[in-house]
């Protein structure tokens, strides 16, 4: 069994499994599995709703023999659709592939909205874990979070009751949060120590450079590619030459969400970044980059920083 307490002192790249069983399939998802595990990486993120329910247990089943090995994440408080609905689903997605692109942005919202978010409840949590242990093939869970939560969820004394028996019985090793808002990742951080794990997004901002920096709860970080894709940066070629040519020492860097990465892998100092890796070559240049960044200074890349600030039209601090 893996210290959980590593996560607090060093850094780990994470494998984000929310495609699989949705846009990944089950084939595709165990060969993901086993290239990330065979390279090294011992992080696995999942959730009840994942892959419309079916992540849980690709996991599961990949993890069986290797469980002491793993680090399994999952979450409660969000559904998977109905089995009618996930089969219509999972059949749209991997058969329309040659679909017009508002067709295909239909079927996606389509799957996003079948998703249910649960009110955060004692019976919830309990019930959503047991079913996670189900699906898992495990005794435990490693970290157990609140999906897509409130901070006002994570104070409800009745769900934290339930989470702390359950880490008495053995079922669940921390537990935590997923706060998606940066308000409510202000009050965890301005709170005292509550959580034992936050996942949040990347960003630029204050709040996310000391959520990093916070010695309370492990920091777990992702959609690094989603903020790219909101950042004013797409299609912004000029911005990676303009940049490649000042700091020669960046010329393996091939993209602009590779260049994203590379600052967050380097800004991480403890804790897990999470991707969604389903092709070999993602995961052996994720890979490539979380180990290279090590050799990039930290003035650099606060230089690196400032300049994408710059393009973005954003303050060189801003909360």
Known sequence: MIDLNLLRTQRFLGLGCSTFGGSAATGVA?????????QGIVYFDVARSYGYG??????GQFAQGKRD????????????????????????????RKALPASRQTLAKAGVNALTKTQFTPQAAQSSLQTSLRELKTDYIDLFLLHESYYADCLRDDIREVLERA????????????????GCLQRQLSSSPLLEAVQFPFGQDTTYAQALGSAT???????????????????????LAEIKADFPGLHFINTLPELLLYLAF???????MLSSMTTANNIDRNIFL????????????QAVQTRLKSAMHLAPEMV
Not at 30 to 38: C, N, Q, R, Y
Not at 54 to 59: L, S
Not at 225 to 239: A, E, H, I, P, T
């Open 217 to 239: 709860a492990i920091p777990i970080v992702y959609s690094v590619l989603n903020y790219y894709k909101s950042s004013g940066l797409l299609g912004r070629g000029d911005v």
């Open 167 to 182: 880490k008495e019985k053995g079922q669940i090793r921390a537990w935590g949060a997923t706060l998606g808002e940066r």
């Open 69 to 96: 090995k793993m680090i399994i994440a999952s979450k409660f408080g969000i559904s998977p659709p109905p089995i009618p609905f996930k089969s219509l689903v999972l059949w749209g997605m991997r058969n329309i």
């Open 54 to 59: 079916q992540a849980e247990g690709i996991v």
């Open 290 to 301: 979380f180990t290279e960044c090590t050799r990039a200074s930290p003035a650099e890349m």
């Open 30 to 38: 165990k060969i993901s599995l086993a290239k990330a595990f065979d």
């Open 266 to 272: 380097h800004q991480l100092q403890a804790g897990v």
